[in-house]
């Protein structure tokens, strides 16, 4: 079985800018379920997220990764 690259596996998604629009900065709930869908469903990197975000990426680990959900 052939793998697949990341390139290709991700071609489809959406960008961080159309995942994240102008209420990112008001509204903290929208913007922690944006995150977790970018990393966990969209297979962002935390990097990348904090990034279009202006977050650490540390502060991003904990919101896509909160430790109830373990």
């Keep these: 079985m052939k793998e697949i690259s ?4 991700f071609a489809a998604r959406p960008t961080l800018g159309q995942l994240f629009g102008a209420r ?3 509204d903290r709930v929208w913007r922690n379920e944006s ?3 970018a ?3 969209h ?3 935390l ?6 975000v202006g977050l650490d ?5 904990r919101i896509a990764n909160p430790p109830d959900a373990v």
């Excluded at 990341?6 to 596996?9: E, G, S, T």
């Excluded at 990097?47 to 279009?52: L, Q």
């Excluded at 990426?57 to 680990?61: E, G, K, P, Q, W």
């Design 6 to 9: 990341r390139r290709q596996r």
């Design 24 to 26: 990112t900065r008001a």
């Design 35 to 37: 995150i977790r869908r």
């Design 39 to 41: 990393h966990l469903d």
């Design 43 to 45: 297979g962002y990197s």
């Design 47 to 52: 990097t990348e997220i904090g990034r279009a």
């Design 57 to 61: 990426c540390a502060t991003i680990s």
